[in-house]
């Protein structure tokens, strides 16, 4: 009975053996697949997790397509071409260029989507970086870069749809948020962007060459109060700019900040203004005169740009660049054994300017030739891989509703009259980066508040510092455009839409500045011939997709008059 | 001195057919009679029935000794024993007497029947049960139902033998696997039942090893309150599979074989060369082939064979009072019916088990093994078996081989090369899968303080498998060709292994019986996976040559590898009460907790409980005592939770890092990772929730037995991908899967047997009817729909999903455009919605749901399900003095069937080859307008073949003669002079018969989607294609004799 008794008590005990330590009998994580929680603990893993937040701004979700469409196509500098015809009324882009600004639009839906991934991946860094295994300096550089991340991209949100929802102070949103109000979601952004400005070098070496530093920072900072002063600003039935004031004057010195530190932060004017648009010898420059931009790779045949969020990637080469081009370079037709042939391997020819941008420059203004190519005057060239030699290129009105085409991202070596070659050998055209935030934007910024807060002729300084550099980009100099001895404010609205024509600010400048409805209002679309109507109010604002309003169950709520 | 004794241990199937038993289960089972020398004399005898009818094969024995004889066919028996011996008569249906020998020479006896069906034992989860006291829905078949048939697993010969278990093969490829569904799909997810073999628990591929001939009892739990003992797993079902023992007395050596044919049950017919020219002429309006000169090849004959399988196995059975032991080996050989396809399996079996004291015996079972399969890029869309759609369409004008002999090129361009010669080129060496296992366990049970048993028990499960592949350069066309070589290798390994330890305590206490048992479950599984792919090594079709090799690394070469590894264990805690009171009610209870490492931080464990109530109405004294008819008749009631952790694995549970998310740094790519969406860390096991009621009942002294029952089944917290709103940040393709759905499915299921016997004739007639219904209740939200994961765009059409699984419908529903017949003049398609302003007579009229004067994606709905109203089986066999027949149906009644083939084979552009015959040359002419096939449209204006609709749905019904078997014992009077104990030979056949309306090839289609490399071991089908006809390889007609023989 002993022996039995012993035997069962052996059993029993090997049995129970795995409940005593089942913890770590039942503790087995995934094999050969990385887990998140167990992921931002290590220096190398936290930077490819920060590299992951980069990647969505050049989606085209976000900046590659999106923001310009909103910033120009639907603005009264540009129409949305890139259809033969010009007409095919199912394109996102035509909608708003013809302001038929619809919840429906899948634009919308992808733009908030797509930005919002991009903060979701901020947020795993700033929840998840083990700041304690993760060396201080990186871990300082990957959470300022997260912070200003999703300070950009909560910026850019506001700027088109108010207020959006906000995530918990730890964690995520879940889609049970509802949106807070423009001068809620702008408290966030600044808190982001003070804590960035802690945290990022002011100077990266060339090897970090692209990733935030705190200048950038403190000039989305300044853009910032910018807006908001702005919006202050505005009449306001709906009430959305509740809370909003007057910061000129910290505008003012965070641009200040920014101009006269420039042995802190490095940024200048580039005294070229057209080498901030091309690559020379097949290269892309890095120009001082970028705050921030959507990196692409530097050399010109980089593929096509990947696109997808989930890492796969679009085509062979495994491209990596923005869209941008593909999207806006000229359309080209190239004559081939007596045939035309139409070769959108070109680009799709979105983003036309209009007639009235067209009119807006000084023709003598070396910006003018920079920003817009015109139809039976530039022509273009490009390499055939294949034969060796120089293809001629025709682009006519077939491909722009407006026949002129947007320069700045139809990467063109030289802007002489006549003959271009256009940069890039075969597929696609060379990647160029998206201008997010130039210095030449930080100093009309300056001019901006100086003016607001009374100092106009340091606002009259700045806003000469630009149409200097203007003047002599090229060689010899142009005597356009000529200094002001005085500005006023139109004056330099008026500078910034000449200096940043087609790089996605108008519309969101008409709105804040209070003159959408008078610019955009009866507006003829050259395609229809028809005046667009701008409904006061409601378009200082794009509309909440639809389907997230669905999707909430209507937690979120349409901007009013939608 | 004779001594004999007869293998029966466990369940041996219902009363059924005992008559029949004299003619045929002696000689399939009973041993041969030793000479062995013993004190004592002769004692003879005549065995008889109630009826005074001789018994054939009453195993008699001496009472504690190892000597014992059977009675022989007039149930006559001589044996030698003491006058102290105690002679023991057993035999099936029978009780048993025992006589002491005394002073009698001549000792004749009658044995009573016995109400043998319901004192069978049934193997349930962790424990044996008498048949008479389930309270659960437990199916049982014996393994002799099983023997026999020429199939590769018992699944395939289970067909139609179980109410509510719904098994249909995916395919007529040889090791092609069967879709088995027990009460209904309770998921969209995984909803294949787990298999538990000798208390082992594994997939239902595990069955494709045993040999059929080495299964003892077959169970299936069915209901909840059956399977909760097996907790997070056993909500789709649990089939046990219990391997036979040792046996007590001589050693019996068995030998069974068959060789037989096999030749495709059914090919639809392609339209023969002549036709086809005559088509083409047709519908390009002049004369393209002579339909006089052109040849006329039946492709699917011409790579079609008839496919010889055979069959051996080799068992030796015996032992004595303490030790028994069963070692069998068995060898199946199988060609498919295509070319070049084929199933070797090798398996040996070594069971044993030792008494080594009183209170302690010790035991293993172990089988070990083998085999080689190829078979096709089975039911790919675009890499075809079969040459009628897709890459391998081809052409009925060209010859298969030209004069000279050698393969005949297209004689169209731009086609396939020869589909013979494709087959040649793949040699039986490429392609090829091998797969080693190992299962077994080995186990001691002690016996103590007289009511307790404790089991303590290891299995392991080790497999290795390895898939090989070589791809010669080839040049048919300029299409089909392979301009570098290529070599693939794929090696998994896997090893699982279980410790599983129960306590028993059994009492009898007056009127009240309890059973209880307790244990702990630990088991772990190890799986890993490398696959290699090379190209352009040399170029060389020498099998010696077909390996990866350092020296053929030449730097054009292009390698890659591949490969996964996965971990898992559980642990579990279960317990089961029986409690029979006055053996009238019964009470069972059982609880399990599983603790598994699938899941994470507070879902780790989940409890799984379990309640049935039986009450058996004919131990009432009212009942026993007025209604004599009634034999037995018990009511049964039962409630469970059980699980589905099937459904998940690491990827839906944790949260992944992906990489790839590239941003220039410094003008330069870097690799951005990170994961895409927060952890899921909330997934939990699929929860099943199962109603049940039953009534068994057994009929005028047993003659008449059925069992009814009806039950509802809830599955919740089904795990489906939630889109989230976009705010939340994740990218479409990563959703997360959260436990959000729930699916019902309620049905009845009738099984029915009656046996009876005329004089020397002998019959059993019975049969299973199931009746479900399913329904989606919830998805991640009620509008979602949820596609499968693969199967758009077949054949290259813009298809778009093949099923789709929505609220309110049953799962993996068809969805498309309804169609109201055929337009059959102007007026007719002037007045209607139409397609497209092309439409003509001729086309398909499409029904405008939504009444909008327009047929677009609006008017696309719900067209069909893949369930069937009904499935059932019935078997009939007769005995009559030394012949057998058993003949086995299988039906299914009311499915439907989508068939995307026809977007091919009806395809009239031109372009495609192959069509079928009689429908296409019947298609719709003003002067040929009663018919249903439309108009021969190049243009295909109305998109007649080109989207899904109503008019590819047909009706699936089919009544199948699955296996039939005429057998003869050779008298037994003739072989106890070759000390033979028995020999029958048999001939028989399967899937002899089909009877059904269904055009293609086979209406048994199973999950459709293919594992489309050829390699076993990579892909699951998808579970949301189901009922898709892609023309997968048909069901082998199978002719075949067979020999039994033991000594």
Redesign the interface.
């Given at each position: 009975?002993k022996t039995?008794?012993r035997?069962?008590l052996f059993?029993?005990c090997?049995?129970?053996f795995?409940?005593s330590c089942?913890k770590e009998?039942?503790?087995?994580?995934?094999?050969?697949?990385?887990?998140?929680?167990n992921?931002l603990v290590t220096d190398s893993?936290a930077y490819?997790?920060?590299?992951?937040?980069?990647?969505?701004i050049?989606a085209e979700e976000t900046y590659s397509e999106s923001e310009w469409v909103f910033g120009d196509v639907a603005s009264d500098d540009a129409e949305s071409g890139g259809q033969k015809g010009g007409s095919d009324p199912t394109t996102t882009p035509l909608y708003l260029d013809r302001l038929n600004i619809l919840p429906s639009n899948g634009l919308l839906?992808t733009y908030?989507?797509g930005m919002?991934?991009?903060?979701?991946?901020a947020?795993?860094i700033i929840n998840y970086l083990d700041t304690i295994k993760v060396s201080k300096k990186t871990a300082h550089s990957c959470l300022g870069e997260a912070f200003f991340l999703r300070a950009m991209m909560y910026f850019d949100l506001v700027k088109v749809f108010g207020g959006?929802?906000l995530p918990p102070s730890t964690g995520?949103?879940?889609?049970k948020?509802a949106r807070s109000s423009i001068k809620e979601t702008y408290n966030f952004v600044e808190a982001d962007l003070k804590k960035a400005i802690n945290l990022l070098p002011a100077k990266r070496p060339?090897?970090?060459?692209?990733?935030v530093t705190s200048g950038a920072a403190k000039a989305l900072l300044t853009k910032l109060y910018v807006f908001e002063s702005s919006y202050a600003e505005l009449s306001d039935p709906n009430g959305v700019f509740t809370g909003c004031t007057n910061r000129w004057k910290e505008a003012q010195n965070m641009a200040e900040d920014i101009i006269n530190n420039k042995a802190i932060y490095g940024y200048d004017l580039d005294p070229v203004y057209n080498n901030l648009f091309h690559f020379v010898n097949d290269v892309?420059v890095?120009s001082p005169e970028y705050v921030f931009i959507v990196?692409?790779?530097?050399?010109v045949n980089?593929g096509f740009p990947?696109i997808n969020?989930?890492?796969?990637?679009w085509g062979t080469l495994?491209g990596?660049?923005s869209a941008i081009t593909t999207w806006q370079c000229c359309r080209g037709y190239y004559n081939s054994g007596g045939k035309v042939v139409d070769d959108y391997n070109l680009g799709y020819g979105f983003n036309c300017p209009t007639k009235e941008l067209f009119n807006a420059f000084n023709h003598n203004d070396p910006r003018f030739r920079a920003t817009i190519l015109q139809d039976k005057i530039d022509s273009v060239q490009r390499l055939d891989a294949t034969s060796g030699t120089l293809q001629w290129f025709k682009f006519s009105t077939d491909a722009s509703s407006t026949g002129y085409n947007n320069k700045k991202y139809s990467p063109i070596t030289s802007v002489e009259r006549g003959d271009a070659q256009l940069d890039g050998t075969n597929g696609h055209v060379g990647n160029l980066d998206v201008k997010l935030i130039r210095y030449a934007d930080v100093i009309l910024w300056a001019a901006e508040a100086s003016f607001k807060n009374g100092d106009v002729a340091k606002a009259t300084t700045y806003v000469n510092q630009i149409r200097a550099r203007a003047r002599n980009s090229v060689t010899p100099a142009s005597t356009e455009p000529a200094d002001y001895s005085t500005v006023t404010i139109d004056d330099i609205y008026n500078e910034r839409r000449l200096e940043l024509a087609l790089e996605g600010h108008r519309y969101f400048d008409l709105v804040r500045t209070g003159k959408a409805y008078a610019s955009l209002n009866g507006q003829i679309n050259s395609l229809t011939g028809l005046p667009l109507e701008f409904v006061q109010y409601t378009y200082n604002f794009f509309p909440i997709?639809a389907?997230?309003i669905t999707?909430?169950n209507n937690i979120?709520k349409q901007n009013p008059g939608y | 001195m004779k001594c004999c004794y007869t293998n029966m241990r466990l369940n041996k199937q219902s009363r059924a057919t005992w008559k029949m038993l004299i003619l045929t289960f002696i000689l399939m089972n009973s041993l041969l009679v030793f000479k062995m020398s013993a004190q004592g004399s002769a004692i003879t005898g005549v065995i008889v029935d109630e009826k005074n009818q001789p018994l054939t094969g009453v195993n008699v024995v001496v009472k504690g000794k190892t000597t014992g004889t059977i009675s022989d066919i007039d149930g006559k028996y001589s044996i030698i024993a003491a006058s102290t011996d105690v002679l023991s008569f057993t035999f099936i249906g029978f009780k048993t007497e025992e006589i002491p020998v005394g002073t009698q020479t001549q000792i004749n006896v009658t044995l009573k029947e016995e109400v043998t069906a319901l004192n069978e034992v049934v193997v349930i989860g962790y424990g044996v049960q008498k048949r008479s006291d389930l309270t659960g829905a437990v199916s049982s078949v014996s393994s002799e139902k099983l023997q026999n048939m020429p199939v590769l697993g018992i699944d395939q010969a289970l067909q139609g033998k179980i109410a509510g278990v719904d098994i249909s093969s995916n395919s007529g490829e040889p090791g092609s696997n069967m879709t088995i569904r027990i009460r209904g799909t309770g998921t969209i997810n995984n909803a294949d039942p787990i298999v538990v073999v000798d208390g082992m628990i594994f997939g239902p591929d595990i069955l494709k090893t045993i040999s059929s001939s080495d299964i003892e009892s077959i169970s299936v739990l069915k209901d909840a309150s059956a399977t909760a003992i097996y907790g997070s797993r056993g909500a789709n079902g649990v089939i046990m599979v219990t391997t036979k023992k040792g046996i007590s007395g001589p050693t019996v050596v068995s030998f069974n074989m068959y060789i037989g044919n096999q030749e495709a049950a059914h090919y639809l017919t392609p339209m023969s060369g002549p036709d086809y020219a005559r088509l083409m002429n047709k519908i390009n309006n002049r004369t393209i082939w002579n339909p006089d000169t052109v040849a006329n090849t039946n492709w699917l004959k011409a790579i079609s064979q008839v496919a010889p399988i055979q069959n051996y196995e080799f068992s030796l059975r015996g032992g004595n009072e303490k030790s028994t032991f069963l070692f069998s080996s068995s060898y199946l050989n199988q060609d498919g019916i295509l070319i070049n396809t084929f199933y070797k399996r090798f398996v040996t079996r070594l069971n044993l088990d030792h008494k080594v004291k009183d209170?302690?015996s010790i035991g293993e079972d172990l089988q070990v093994s083998y085999a080689q399969h190829r078979s096709d890029y089975e039911g790919d869309p675009y890499n075809r078996p079969l040459p009628l759609g897709g890459n391998g369409a081809f052409n009925p004008i060209t010859p298969i081989y030209n004069k000279d002999g050698s393969f005949a090129r297209s004689v169209l361009p731009d086609s396939a090369g020869n589909p013979l010669q494709h087959r040649y080129l793949d040699k039986p060496g490429d392609a090829l899968n091998t797969d080693s296992r190992i299962i077994g366990n080995i186990y001691?049970e002690?016996s103590?303080l007289k009511d307790f048993k404790?089991k303590?028990s290891m299995n392991v499960d080790y497999g290795f498998y390895e898939y090989s592949k070589f791809v010669p350069i080839y040049h048919f066309n300029k299409v089909d060709q392979n301009p570098l070589s290529n070599l693939e290798g794929d090696y998994s390994k896997s090893f699982g292994w279980q410790?599983i330890?129960t306590?028993n305590w059994h009492k009898v206490l007056g009127v009240h019986e309890i059973n209880i048992m307790a244990?702990?479950e630990?088991s772990?599984n190890n799986d890993y996976n490398v696959n290699g792919n090379a190209q352009d090594i040399l170029p060389n079709q020498d099998p010696s040559l077909q390996y990866f090799n350092y020296f053929n690394s030449f730097p054009s070469s292009i390698y890659k590898v591949n490969?996964?590894?996965?971990?898992?264990?559980?642990?579990s805690?279960l317990g089961r009460l029986n409690y029979t009171w006055n053996d009238q009610l019964l009470f069972t209870g059982t609880f399990r907790r599983d603790?598994?490492?699938k899941f994470l931080a507070n879902n780790?464990y989940g409890d799984f409980p379990s309640f049935a109530l039986a009450y058996k109405l004919s131990n009432l004294s009212f009942i026993k005592n007025n209604v004599p008819q009634i034999s037995s008749l018990k009511i049964r009631l039962g409630w469970g939770q059980i699980g589905n952790s099937s459904s998940t694995d690491?990827?839906t549970v944790?949260?992944?890092?992906?990489?790839?998310?590239?941003?220039?740094?410094?003008?330069?790519?870097?690799?951005?990772?990170?994961?895409?969406a927060?952890?899921n860390t909330d997934l939990q096991w699929e929860t099943t929730t199962e109603k049940s009621i039953g009534l068994d009942a057994a009929l005028f002294k047993n003659k008449l037995e059925f069992t009814v029952d009806y039950f509802n089944k809830k599955t919740t917290d089904m795990i489906c991908k939630v889109?989230?709103?976009?705010?939340?940040?994740?990218?479409a393709?990563?959703q997360p899967y959260q436990n959000i759905g729930a699916v019902t499915n309620k049905g009845f299921e009738l099984s029915i047997n009656y046996r009876s016997s005329i004089g020397k004739f002998t019959y059993s007639i019975g049969g299973v009817v199931a009746h479900s219904t399913n329904i989606v209740d919830a998805l991640a939200t009620p509008g979602s729909i949820v596609f499968p994961q693969t199967g758009n765009g077949l054949y290259g059409q813009s298809w778009g999903p093949i099923s789709r699984t929505a609220v309110g419908y049953p799962i993996a529903s068809f969805y498309g455009y309804k169609v109201d017949g055929i337009f059959q003049n102007w007026q007719q398609v002037k007045s209607h919605a139409v397609f497209s302003p092309k439409t003509a007579p001729g086309d398909l009229i499409y029904e405008d749901i939504n009444g909008d004067g327009k047929i677009d994606s609006h008017d696309q709905t719900y067209i069909g399900s893949p369930f069937p109203k009904m499935t059932y089986g019935f078997n009939i066999e007769v005995g009559f003095m030394n012949f057998d027949l058993s003949a086995q149906f299988q039906g299914v009644y009311k499915v439907d069937i989508l068939t995307p083939y026809k977007s091919f084979t009806y395809d009239n552009t031109g372009n495609k080859y192959n069509e079928v015959q009689e429908d296409l040359l019947n298609a719709w002419t003003p002067q040929n307008t009663n018919t249903d096939v439309p108009r021969l449209d190049p243009s295909l204006s109305n998109q007649n073949q080109g989207v899904v609709s109503s008019w590819f749905i047909e009706d699936g019904s089919y009544l199948r003669l699955k296996n039939f078997q005429l057998g003869y014992n050779i008298p037994k009077r003739w072989l106890d002079k070759l000390k033979i104990q028995k020999l029958r030979i048999y001939i028989g056949g399967q899937n002899l018969l089909t009877f059904t309306k269904y055009k293609g090839n086979d209406p048994e289609v199973g999950l459709s989607q293919p594992n489309n490399t050829g390699n076993s071991n990579l892909g699951a089908r998808d579970p949301l294609i189901i009922n898709v006809d892609f023309i997968n390889v048909p069901q082998a007609r199978t002719y075949m004799v067979g020999v039994n023989l033991s000594f």
């Amino acid at each position: 009975m002993k022996t039995i008794i012993r035997l069962i008590l052996f059993f029993v005990c090997m049995g129970f053996f795995f409940s005593s330590c089942n913890k770590e009998f039942l503790d087995k994580p995934p094999l050969g697949i990385q887990v998140a929680t167990n992921f931002l603990v290590t220096d190398s893993n936290a930077y490819y997790a920060t590299i992951a937040v980069y990647n969505v701004i050049r989606a085209e979700e976000t900046y590659s397509e999106s923001e310009w469409v909103f910033g120009d196509v639907a603005s009264d500098d540009a129409e949305s071409g890139g259809q033969k015809g010009g007409s095919d009324p199912t394109t996102t882009p035509l909608y708003l260029d013809r302001l038929n600004i619809l919840p429906s639009n899948g634009l919308l839906e992808t733009y908030w989507s797509g930005m919002f991934t991009g903060i979701y991946r901020a947020n795993v860094i700033i929840n998840y970086l083990d700041t304690i295994k993760v060396s201080k300096k990186t871990a300082h550089s990957c959470l300022g870069e997260a912070f200003f991340l999703r300070a950009m991209m909560y910026f850019d949100l506001v700027k088109v749809f108010g207020g959006v929802p906000l995530p918990p102070s730890t964690g995520f949103l879940t889609g049970k948020e509802a949106r807070s109000s423009i001068k809620e979601t702008y408290n966030f952004v600044e808190a982001d962007l003070k804590k960035a400005i802690n945290l990022l070098p002011a100077k990266r070496p060339l090897s970090e060459e692209g990733r935030v530093t705190s200048g950038a920072a403190k000039a989305l900072l300044t853009k910032l109060y910018v807006f908001e002063s702005s919006y202050a600003e505005l009449s306001d039935p709906n009430g959305v700019f509740t809370g909003c004031t007057n910061r000129w004057k910290e505008a003012q010195n965070m641009a200040e900040d920014i101009i006269n530190n420039k042995a802190i932060y490095g940024y200048d004017l580039d005294p070229v203004y057209n080498n901030l648009f091309h690559f020379v010898n097949d290269v892309k420059v890095y120009s001082p005169e970028y705050v921030f931009i959507v990196n692409s790779v530097r050399k010109v045949n980089y593929g096509f740009p990947d696109i997808n969020y989930d890492g796969t990637e679009w085509g062979t080469l495994g491209g990596i660049g923005s869209a941008i081009t593909t999207w806006q370079c000229c359309r080209g037709y190239y004559n081939s054994g007596g045939k035309v042939v139409d070769d959108y391997n070109l680009g799709y020819g979105f983003n036309c300017p209009t007639k009235e941008l067209f009119n807006a420059f000084n023709h003598n203004d070396p910006r003018f030739r920079a920003t817009i190519l015109q139809d039976k005057i530039d022509s273009v060239q490009r390499l055939d891989a294949t034969s060796g030699t120089l293809q001629w290129f025709k682009f006519s009105t077939d491909a722009s509703s407006t026949g002129y085409n947007n320069k700045k991202y139809s990467p063109i070596t030289s802007v002489e009259r006549g003959d271009a070659q256009l940069d890039g050998t075969n597929g696609h055209v060379g990647n160029l980066d998206v201008k997010l935030i130039r210095y030449a934007d930080v100093i009309l910024w300056a001019a901006e508040a100086s003016f607001k807060n009374g100092d106009v002729a340091k606002a009259t300084t700045y806003v000469n510092q630009i149409r200097a550099r203007a003047r002599n980009s090229v060689t010899p100099a142009s005597t356009e455009p000529a200094d002001y001895s005085t500005v006023t404010i139109d004056d330099i609205y008026n500078e910034r839409r000449l200096e940043l024509a087609l790089e996605g600010h108008r519309y969101f400048d008409l709105v804040r500045t209070g003159k959408a409805y008078a610019s955009l209002n009866g507006q003829i679309n050259s395609l229809t011939g028809l005046p667009l109507e701008f409904v006061q109010y409601t378009y200082n604002f794009f509309p909440i997709p639809a389907t997230e309003i669905t999707m909430t169950n209507n937690i979120l709520k349409q901007n009013p008059g939608y | 001195m004779k001594c004999c004794y007869t293998n029966m241990r466990l369940n041996k199937q219902s009363r059924a057919t005992w008559k029949m038993l004299i003619l045929t289960f002696i000689l399939m089972n009973s041993l041969l009679v030793f000479k062995m020398s013993a004190q004592g004399s002769a004692i003879t005898g005549v065995i008889v029935d109630e009826k005074n009818q001789p018994l054939t094969g009453v195993n008699v024995v001496v009472k504690g000794k190892t000597t014992g004889t059977i009675s022989d066919i007039d149930g006559k028996y001589s044996i030698i024993a003491a006058s102290t011996d105690v002679l023991s008569f057993t035999f099936i249906g029978f009780k048993t007497e025992e006589i002491p020998v005394g002073t009698q020479t001549q000792i004749n006896v009658t044995l009573k029947e016995e109400v043998t069906a319901l004192n069978e034992v049934v193997v349930i989860g962790y424990g044996v049960q008498k048949r008479s006291d389930l309270t659960g829905a437990v199916s049982s078949v014996s393994s002799e139902k099983l023997q026999n048939m020429p199939v590769l697993g018992i699944d395939q010969a289970l067909q139609g033998k179980i109410a509510g278990v719904d098994i249909s093969s995916n395919s007529g490829e040889p090791g092609s696997n069967m879709t088995i569904r027990i009460r209904g799909t309770g998921t969209i997810n995984n909803a294949d039942p787990i298999v538990v073999v000798d208390g082992m628990i594994f997939g239902p591929d595990i069955l494709k090893t045993i040999s059929s001939s080495d299964i003892e009892s077959i169970s299936v739990l069915k209901d909840a309150s059956a399977t909760a003992i097996y907790g997070s797993r056993g909500a789709n079902g649990v089939i046990m599979v219990t391997t036979k023992k040792g046996i007590s007395g001589p050693t019996v050596v068995s030998f069974n074989m068959y060789i037989g044919n096999q030749e495709a049950a059914h090919y639809l017919t392609p339209m023969s060369g002549p036709d086809y020219a005559r088509l083409m002429n047709k519908i390009n309006n002049r004369t393209i082939w002579n339909p006089d000169t052109v040849a006329n090849t039946n492709w699917l004959k011409a790579i079609s064979q008839v496919a010889p399988i055979q069959n051996y196995e080799f068992s030796l059975r015996g032992g004595n009072e303490k030790s028994t032991f069963l070692f069998s080996s068995s060898y199946l050989n199988q060609d498919g019916i295509l070319i070049n396809t084929f199933y070797k399996r090798f398996v040996t079996r070594l069971n044993l088990d030792h008494k080594v004291k009183d209170w302690l015996s010790i035991g293993e079972d172990l089988q070990v093994s083998y085999a080689q399969h190829r078979s096709d890029y089975e039911g790919d869309p675009y890499n075809r078996p079969l040459p009628l759609g897709g890459n391998g369409a081809f052409n009925p004008i060209t010859p298969i081989y030209n004069k000279d002999g050698s393969f005949a090129r297209s004689v169209l361009p731009d086609s396939a090369g020869n589909p013979l010669q494709h087959r040649y080129l793949d040699k039986p060496g490429d392609a090829l899968n091998t797969d080693s296992r190992i299962i077994g366990n080995i186990y001691g049970e002690i016996s103590f303080l007289k009511d307790f048993k404790f089991k303590s028990s290891m299995n392991v499960d080790y497999g290795f498998y390895e898939y090989s592949k070589f791809v010669p350069i080839y040049h048919f066309n300029k299409v089909d060709q392979n301009p570098l070589s290529n070599l693939e290798g794929d090696y998994s390994k896997s090893f699982g292994w279980q410790f599983i330890n129960t306590l028993n305590w059994h009492k009898v206490l007056g009127v009240h019986e309890i059973n209880i048992m307790a244990g702990t479950e630990a088991s772990a599984n190890n799986d890993y996976n490398v696959n290699g792919n090379a190209q352009d090594i040399l170029p060389n079709q020498d099998p010696s040559l077909q390996y990866f090799n350092y020296f053929n690394s030449f730097p054009s070469s292009i390698y890659k590898v591949n490969g996964g590894a996965d971990h898992g264990s559980m642990f579990s805690i279960l317990g089961r009460l029986n409690y029979t009171w006055n053996d009238q009610l019964l009470f069972t209870g059982t609880f399990r907790r599983d603790g598994s490492s699938k899941f994470l931080a507070n879902n780790v464990y989940g409890d799984f409980p379990s309640f049935a109530l039986a009450y058996k109405l004919s131990n009432l004294s009212f009942i026993k005592n007025n209604v004599p008819q009634i034999s037995s008749l018990k009511i049964r009631l039962g409630w469970g939770q059980i699980g589905n952790s099937s459904s998940t694995d690491a990827t839906t549970v944790y949260p992944i890092i992906n990489k790839g998310m590239t941003y220039a740094i410094d003008g330069q790519p870097v690799t951005g990772m990170t994961t895409l969406a927060p952890p899921n860390t909330d997934l939990q096991w699929e929860t099943t929730t199962e109603k049940s009621i039953g009534l068994d009942a057994a009929l005028f002294k047993n003659k008449l037995e059925f069992t009814v029952d009806y039950f509802n089944k809830k599955t919740t917290d089904m795990i489906c991908k939630v889109t989230q709103p976009g705010d939340v940040g994740i990218p479409a393709k990563v959703q997360p899967y959260q436990n959000i759905g729930a699916v019902t499915n309620k049905g009845f299921e009738l099984s029915i047997n009656y046996r009876s016997s005329i004089g020397k004739f002998t019959y059993s007639i019975g049969g299973v009817v199931a009746h479900s219904t399913n329904i989606v209740d919830a998805l991640a939200t009620p509008g979602s729909i949820v596609f499968p994961q693969t199967g758009n765009g077949l054949y290259g059409q813009s298809w778009g999903p093949i099923s789709r699984t929505a609220v309110g419908y049953p799962i993996a529903s068809f969805y498309g455009y309804k169609v109201d017949g055929i337009f059959q003049n102007w007026q007719q398609v002037k007045s209607h919605a139409v397609f497209s302003p092309k439409t003509a007579p001729g086309d398909l009229i499409y029904e405008d749901i939504n009444g909008d004067g327009k047929i677009d994606s609006h008017d696309q709905t719900y067209i069909g399900s893949p369930f069937p109203k009904m499935t059932y089986g019935f078997n009939i066999e007769v005995g009559f003095m030394n012949f057998d027949l058993s003949a086995q149906f299988q039906g299914v009644y009311k499915v439907d069937i989508l068939t995307p083939y026809k977007s091919f084979t009806y395809d009239n552009t031109g372009n495609k080859y192959n069509e079928v015959q009689e429908d296409l040359l019947n298609a719709w002419t003003p002067q040929n307008t009663n018919t249903d096939v439309p108009r021969l449209d190049p243009s295909l204006s109305n998109q007649n073949q080109g989207v899904v609709s109503s008019w590819f749905i047909e009706d699936g019904s089919y009544l199948r003669l699955k296996n039939f078997q005429l057998g003869y014992n050779i008298p037994k009077r003739w072989l106890d002079k070759l000390k033979i104990q028995k020999l029958r030979i048999y001939i028989g056949g399967q899937n002899l018969l089909t009877f059904t309306k269904y055009k293609g090839n086979d209406p048994e289609v199973g999950l459709s989607q293919p594992n489309n490399t050829g390699n076993s071991n990579l892909g699951a089908r998808d579970p949301l294609i189901i009922n898709v006809d892609f023309i997968n390889v048909p069901q082998a007609r199978t002719y075949m004799v067979g020999v039994n023989l033991s000594f």
